[in-house]
């Protein structure tokens, strides 16, 4: 048997870096913030900068204690309806292991400002399109165009919430996540019921 699960690792890792693979990550933690402080406050809350982030763009991030412990990672994903207008809502998506540290730190920090914190975890799939050729399936399964001129989108991802509507939503390179070392693929993201 270890050799079938030696080949069948060979053979996955073979098809996210040279095609295009499907991977569930719907037990991640997910959170999302809404109202009109929302990118405010969680730009003072994490290392990297959320300024002026519009709907379909995303980052990866870090939050730490007020002494510069690290907590946990997340990648915070911007969705609204303009593309040229703030985000609606911001999707937090973590590690399992660091959501209740990620939960407490908004609720306890959060005081003062307009936003109002969501739990998505048990409502959310998440997939993900992996590999050089994501785009490629993502678009053909969508029915969309082309979503990077310059070819640089290797991920998409679908997340799901029950509330049927779709978003596609771009993350800024970051290194992490990127099963050849090569450049961080950007995302897109759909939700879809589950």
Same mark, same amino acid.
């Given at each position: 048997?270890?050799?079938?699960?030696?080949?069948?690792?060979?053979?996955?890792?073979?098809?996210?870096t040279?095609?295009?693979?499907?991977?569930?990550?719907?037990g991640?933690g #997910?959170?999302?913030?809404?109202g @009109?402080?929302?990118?405010?406050?969680?730009?003072g809350?994490?290392?990297?900068?959320l300024?002026?982030? #519009?709907?379909?763009e995303?980052?990866?991030?870090?939050?730490?204690?007020h002494?510069?412990?690290?907590?946990?990672?997340?990648?915070?994903?911007?969705?609204?309806?303009?593309p040229?207008?703030? &985000?609606?809502?911001?999707?937090?998506?973590?590690?399992?292991?660091?959501?209740?540290?990620?939960?407490?730190?908004?609720?306890?920090? #959060?005081?003062?400002?307009?936003?109002?914190?969501?739990?998505?975890?048990?409502?959310?799939?998440?997939?993900?399109?992996?590999?050089? #050729?994501?785009?490629?399936?993502?678009?053909?399964?969508?029915?969309?165009? &082309?979503?990077?001129s310059?070819g640089?989108?290797?991920?998409?991802?679908?997340?799901?919430?029950?509330?049927?509507?779709?978003?596609?939503?771009?993350? @800024?390179?970051?290194?992490?996540?990127?099963?050849?070392?090569h450049? @961080?693929?950007?995302?897109?993201?759909?939700?879809?019921?589950?």
């Amino acid at each position: 048997m270890a050799a079938t699960d030696t080949m069948t690792l060979t053979d996955e890792y073979t098809t996210l870096t040279g095609g295009c693979g499907l991977v569930d990550r719907s037990g991640r933690g #997910k959170l999302a913030l809404t109202g @009109q402080g929302a990118v405010e406050f969680l730009n003072g809350q994490v290392t990297n900068e959320l300024i002026g982030v #519009k709907p379909g763009e995303g980052c990866y991030a870090a939050f730490l204690t007020h002494k510069g412990k690290m907590l946990g990672d997340l990648r915070i994903l911007a969705v609204g309806d303009d593309p040229d207008g703030p &985000p609606r809502e911001l999707l937090l998506d973590t590690e399992r292991v660091a959501l209740q540290a990620l939960f407490d730190m908004i609720g306890r920090f #959060k005081v003062g400002y307009d936003v109002d914190l969501h739990k998505r975890t048990l409502e959310t799939a998440f997939l993900s399109l992996i590999g050089p #050729k994501a785009d490629e399936i993502a678009a053909a399964t969508l029915m969309l165009g &082309p979503t990077s001129s310059r070819g640089e989108s290797r991920r998409a991802e679908e997340q799901s919430s029950g509330q049927g509507q779709e978003h596609l939503t771009k993350e @800024q390179p970051t290194g992490h996540d990127q099963p050849t070392g090569h450049e @961080q693929p950007t995302g897109h993201e759909q939700p879809t019921s589950q």
